[in-house]
């Protein structure tokens, strides 16, 4: 019992350890397409963590395939969502960000 309680944590901690690089990620990025896809990678993985670290101490069958579905809705919204967020942008004329080329390594 102890060591599937540990699991659980683990991937709790490291569901939300993804959450925040996701976060940091909207905050330090150049451009809204970077910006997007950290959001939407860090926060689908980081979900996926937590919904199987809760797997873990779920009750029942039933519990476990909400928190599935749950997981399964988040991953179809945030997609649509970063898909129509990409595509305003491009159609409003955002151009991708691009390092500036010069010295320096």
Known sequence: MI???LLQGMLLLAGVGFFLVGTL???RFPDVYTRVHALTKADNLGLGLIVFGLLLGAESVSVALKLLLIWSLALIASATAGYLVARAARRRGVKPWKARS????
């Open 3 to 5: 060591l599937i309680d």
């Open 25 to 27: 990620g909207i905050l």
């Open 102 to 105: 010069g010295g320096g390594a």
